[in-house]
DNA sequence: ACCGGTACTCAGTGTTACTATCTACCAGTA
DNA sequence: TACTGGTAGATAGTAACACTGAGTACCGGT
């Protein structure tokens, strides 16, 4: 992946597959994919489980496991209500960091 | 800092420093003040200069040492072709970023 | 002589995403 | 049976980044 992408991914991955679960549930294999549609092509799969185990570890999910007609089961994450907030507080700090961008953008600083 | 601002400023600080410079040449402490001014109210003065010396390392400023009337010398750092090059990119990158995140704030992810 | 503001430097720390590899389950095919 | 490919998840090691906290140095005013 491009160096400044992934730079600019730390910090802003984990509020994004809190946005793609915010949704609706869904399991890793599939946030990937999901990903993968919406533009973020090159985003490894290893990264993604890795946000999942630590987003469970703080308490943002909750986790269901559910068999798969097409290999090992599959663990649904959904957000609960710290997630809700998490990704709220979320928002606010990119609305601020995206606004200032913006501005600097327009020569306005 | 907030937690969450400090790691979204990963991979974009940089930028804005860039972005800063793109305006007009400035040294460490200037670019600290602008910042406080723009919004950014806590970011450490020893963050700017550490991100000064690795665009210096990278190549993308031209550095002229001047005197100063209050303290010792000032290090000028101004923007030049690689790094305008590269803040260039810096703005593509984020637009990609910031447009995918619009979409997912309004669900249509 | 001292203090505060200016200006820069540096070692050590925690967090993050990536790479690469591994395990495991199942369906289809030779 | 053996093998392949797609699905699904886990993990150790690495590089890059911003922060903390402390330090050095220069100068004017009291």
Request: cysteine-free.
């Amino acid at each position: 992946m491009a160096k400044q992408m992934t730079e600019m991914l730390k910090g802003t991955l984990e509020g994004i597959v809190l946005a793609v679960l915010n949704g609706s549930p869904a399991y890793g294999y599939e946030i990937t994919a999901r990903l993968r549609d919406t533009g973020f092509a090159d985003i490894a799969e290893g990264t993604i489980y890795a946000i999942l185990v630590r987003i469970e570890q703080k308490g943002l999910v909750s986790i269901e496991k559910r068999p798969s007609e097409k290999g090992p089961p599959r663990k649904v994450y959904a957000l609960n209500t710290a997630g809700e907030a998490y990704l709220a507080e979320f928002w606010t700090t990119w609305s601020f960091l995206s606004e200032r961008l913006e501005q600097l953008r327009d020569g306005k600083a």
